[in-house]
């Protein structure tokens, strides 16, 4: 494998409007699409495409608002894509042949550029708790995957043991980056991916609950069977200021709290429900 991350320098172009049928339309160095609000759409390129995507939207009848060109790092946080390791997970970059550590679990990831390369505070403090919820014999053997983003927990979860797991990611670009990455770790066999909403999949119980969302969404889930019967639950995406209103609505449910971090002001809860 190269050494070298292929996205150094992130060609990104503002859209009025959507863009229909991008991933047929553009070809060469060609990343992925984000649209915002069904309004506009963020196309982005490993190389400079402008009269291109020009000649699309000319087309299209759609409005080129602006050209951003940054580096690869900057949309990353200023974070250069290396190996790391959380809990007895161990990702590294597809492009990057490097030797697992003994006792880890390898995860080789090309988050492109989705959310989820592993390297936020909220990602990582799951993968941490998700190392004490797979403990030796006691496996989840089904597991839920809400707002999976690049699909680095879900990959985290297979890679452990367990028998099924349902990646949901409602996000177009996020959930090609995620079946691209299942496909990588050879796990289609294990892991189903959804492109929908979270609220769609919260109807049953599971040994395992995955939820790294804003409070916004989790909190239209509280109520839900996913969240009131399953028998664990990690929740991640809450602000300190938000936590408290998580930590009551599962007290409710009859969840005793596991284990918790706050990381950079975001909070990560292990939940397991009290047995009746």
Not at 112 to 140: N, Q, W
Not at 187 to 210: M, N, P, Y
Request: include cysteine; glycine fraction near 6%; charge should be negative.
């Amino acid at each position: 494998m190269n050494e070298d991350c292929p996205y150094q320098t992130l060609f990104i172009y503002e859209i009025k409007g959507i863009v229909k049928s991008s991933y047929e339309v553009f070809q060469k160095d060609f990343i992925g699409s984000w649209e915002e609000d069904e309004s506009f759409t963020f196309l982005f390129f490993s190389s400079k495409q402008i009269r291109l995507v020009k000649d699309v939207i000319e087309i299209q009848n759609l409005l080129l608002l602006y050209e951003h060109i940054m580096p690869y790092a900057d949309w990353e946080s200023g974070d250069k894509i290396r190996p790391m390791r959380a809990g007895r997970y161990f990702i590294k970059p597809k492009w990057q042949n490097c030797a697992t550590p003994k006792n880890s679990i390898s995860l080789i990831m090309d988050p492109g550029v989705a959310f989820g390369s592993g390297y936020h505070p909220t990602t990582r403090d799951c993968l941490e708790f998700m190392s004490i919820a797979f403990k030796p014999g006691a496996f989840p053997d089904h597991v839920l995957d809400l707002g999976a983003g690049t699909a680095v927990l879900a990959l985290a979860a297979a890679a452990s043991g367990a028998k099924s797991v349902l990646a949901v990611e409602k996000n177009n670009l996020s959930a090609r980056t995620a079946l691209q990455n299942i496909k990588l770790n050879d796990l289609q066999g294990v892991i189903r991916l959804e492109q929908s909403d979270a609220t769609q999949f919260v109807d049953k119980e599971w040994e395992l609950v995955l939820a790294n969302l804003t409070w916004s969404i989790l909190k239209t889930l509280t109520n839900s069977k996913a969240f009131t019967c399953s028998k664990q639950l990690i929740v991640s995406g809450l602000k300190y200021f938000e936590s408290e209103h998580m930590l009551l609505a599962m007290k409710k449910n009859g969840y005793e709290l596991l284990n918790h971090k706050e990381n950079d002001d975001w909070c990560t809860f292990h939940f397991r429900r009290d047995e009746v």
